[in-house]
């Protein structure tokens, strides 16, 4: 089954610009099905080398094509727009993958978008999702993945590719990947996602790969150990090195100073043994715990 | 990007959120003598000596002082001058005219990251630790969300009069804090900060409520549409290396640590994760720096041009995952970068892994370059570089 994309996901593709139609192609490849792009000026155009139409809106592609995915590729200052505007077309699952994205227009967005329910929102800054042999919005590589029964969810990119490949070489596959993003404001949480995997039947076991800043990853661990204590769930947190008060690539990878506490790596895993959460304190390490839990 | 006192009031000033006459910023004794006979000239006999640096606790470290002569000014400066406030060294003071104060209070507005909103933070204990308050007298502590209409279209002036009352300000001040504290949202949002903190808020002896510090934070991500936001990184303030310079100026993501193993990767994560699995090698990370997603052969030279600049570096890691990126084009990269930086002396741990890695080892196997040593695995590329580390510094 997988969670959020499947086999029944119709993407548009906000921002067809070289990065956009660069990974669009790759998801279409791969056999996501792109319905459209979305270009105010150049509507009614083809949409190369896709083959598919650009429509100048994107009420447009959901009317005429039925989609209900869109995948955000715009470059920053657009993004809130671009967000709102599908959000306002009716589109139920939006994946932002533009980084950069400024803190008030996030804060905006999360307002107007999430806490009203009932649509998705990924991102920004991340890399999409992936379902193996079923859809990919999104750059993950889809190479690196295969199909199996474990639900991966993470705050980071490449570090995330290390951890499929990880599993993918001792032969345990994913039931869908989910980038959820390196920004301090997304729209999908560490518990969105895990909900959703708990839910998902395909979904054997869970694996959640944090990094420092923030505590979405206790929230997780706190609603995983009150519901679904049997299920193998394996964390791994990045940034055990990483010094207060900096912010480390991402702008959500910050410890604050005078922050509330619970930010850094090292509280982190702390909080997350104390629930019963085994965390990883590197990446060979996050998929050797998860080889054993299922074997 | 966070501003100094001098910087925040001045964001403040045109903002209309009200503050003191502009001081003078100093950046030697002789010029803060000068600030305070000019001062002294105009009226104003009393003066402060602030520290200017982008940390709490100035008045604790020693770093804020009275001076009622230009002498005292004077030699306050050269006390402040080079002290260091939690790491932080004092390169620049603002010299100001002292403000009568009858009372003290605290007003922040923050960006929220648990309550993905804004926090209105009001207190009438100003001056002190608000820490300490919130801890020993959490009533006096007015924490108040806006509401997502409120982020949207500014606060409305009887909330801010509500939350100032609620905080117990007194009667004198309530009307002028309240006008201040919707200037100060104001402020936040057209500026894209992330933190506008005053502390103190005072209650002048002549019966106004003005902001007698100020600490703000900027949104880096927000600098696209600030065109003036470069012209708050002013030289010399906090005096940064060589390599977080370049870094700056060549928008590189690059953190400078404390260790001599160089760091290079391709994703913020990873490169947390190459600075952990060094540690756990025994080693110590010298920075993080991020090339990022796709990057080109030149960022590739580059970023380890920047991280060989740096003469505390004994040996690299380069940590790259390839995923859209390819490992046979980042071997080449590698080569072409050792090829125009010519003699490092030092050695670079290469892992490469993802899309095309097979090519890419073969690559670097075949260049056989005296310098380059490709490693298999991320644990084994940490151990291998901390292990050249050790053997260079011990040589």
């Known amino acids: 089954m997988a969670i959020f994309i499947d086999e029944n996901t119709r993407v548009v593709v906000q921002g067809i610009g070289a990065q956009g139609t660069f990974h669009a192609k790759r998801n279409q490849d791969y056999g996501t099905n792109i319905v459209a792009g979305t270009h105010p000026k150049k509507g009614g155009t083809i949409w190369e080398p896709l083959g598919v139409k650009v429509h100048a809106s994107v009420r447009e592609a959901v009317e005429e094509l039925g989609a209900n995915t869109s995948m955000v590729m715009v470059p920053a200052p657009f993004t809130k727009d671009a967000i709102l505007e599908a959000y306002e077309a009716g589109i139920q699952t939006i994946v932002a993958i533009t980084e950069g994205v400024p803190v008030h227009d996030m804060t905006e967005v999360y307002d107007t978008v999430v806490r009203r329910g009932g649509v998705r929102l990924i991102g920004p800054n991340c890399p999409g999702l992936i379902s193996p042999g079923k859809s990919n919005v999104g750059i993950i590589p889809a190479d690196i993945t295969k199909p199996g029964k474990v639900g991966l969810v993470s705050r980071s990119g490449t570090l995330t590719y290390q951890i499929m490949h990880e599993l993918a070489q001792a032969g345990i596959g994913i039931s869908t990947c989910v980038g959820i993003g390196g920004d301090p404001v997304i729209g999908t949480q560490f518990l969105d996602v895990i909900k959703a995997f708990a839910a998902d039947p395909e979904t054997e076991a869970i694996a959640f790969v944090g990094e420092i800043g923030g505590s979405e990853e206790q929230l997780a661990g706190q609603w995983i150990s009150e519901n679904i204590p049997d299920l193998p769930v394996v964390g791994y947190i990045a940034g055990f090195e990483a010094p207060p008060g900096k912010q480390m690539g991402h702008a959500g990878a910050i410890v604050k100073e005078d922050g509330p506490g619970g930010e850094s790596a090292a509280e982190k895993k702390e909080i997350l043994g104390a629930m019963g959460i085994p965390v990883a304190i590197n990446p060979s390490e996050a998929a050797q715990l998860m080889i054993k839990r299922l074997s | ?395």
């Open chain 2, 1 to 395: 990007m966070d501003l100094v006192e001098y910087q925040g009031k001045q964001l403040f000033g045109r903002n209309g959120v009200p503050v003191p006459p502009p001081g003078v910023v100093c950046r030697t004794p002789d010029e803060v003598e000068a600030a305070a006979r000019q001062i002294a000239d105009g009226g104003n006999p009393l003066t402060v000596i602030k520290a200017q640096v982008k940390m709490g606790g100035r008045g604790k470290a020693g770093g804020v002082k009275l001076a009622k002569s230009p002498a005292e000014a004077r030699a306050h400066a050269e006390s402040i001058f080079g002290l260091d406030i939690k790491g932080h060294i004092v390169h620049v003071i603002l010299v100001e005219p002292a403000s009568g104060i009858d009372q003290e209070y605290y007003l922040s507005i923050l960006h929220d990251r648990v309550g993905k909103g804004y926090l209105v933070i009001c207190s009438r204990e100003g001056g002190v630790d608000i820490e300490e308050v919130n801890r020993t007298n959490p009533a006096a502590v007015v924490k108040e969300p806006l509401l997502p209409s409120e982020t949207v279209d500014g606060l409305p002036r009887e909330r801010a009069l509500d939350i100032v009352t609620r905080a117990n300000l007194p009667a004198a001040a309530l009307d002028q804090a309240a006008d201040l504290l919707v200037k100060l949202f104001a402020a936040l949002k057209a500026e894209d900060a992330t933190l506008a903190e005053i502390n103190p808020l005072i209650l002048t002896d002549d019966g106004r409520v003005i902001a007698l510090d100020a600490k703000v934070s900027l949104d880096g991500n927000a600098a696209f549409r600030h065109g003036d936001y470069d012209e708050w990184d002013v030289e010399g303030i906090e005096v940064v290396d060589e390599q977080t310079r370049a870094a700056k100026a060549a928008d590189i993501a690059y953190v400078r640590l404390d260790g001599d193993v160089g760091i290079l990767g391709n994703g913020a994560g990873l490169v947390m994760a190459s600075l952990d699995v060094v540690a756990q090698a025994g080693g110590t990370a010298a920075n993080f720096l991020d090339i990022g997603g796709g990057a080109s052969a030149e960022t590739m030279a580059e970023s380890l041009r920047l991280v060989l600049s740096d003469d505390r570096v004994n040996a690299v890691l380069v940590n790259v995952f390839g995923g859209i990126t390819q490992c046979d084009l980042v071997a080449q990269g590698v080569l072409g970068a050792m090829e125009q930086l010519g003699d490092i002396d030092r050695k670079l741990v290469v892992r490469l892994d993802g899309t095309n890695a097979e090519a890419g080892r073969r690559i670097l196997t075949e260049a056989n370059h005296p310098n380059v040593i490709p490693a298999a695995t991320m644990a084994e590329a940490a151990e291998r570089a901390v292990a050249e580390a050790a053997a260079r510094a011990a040589a």
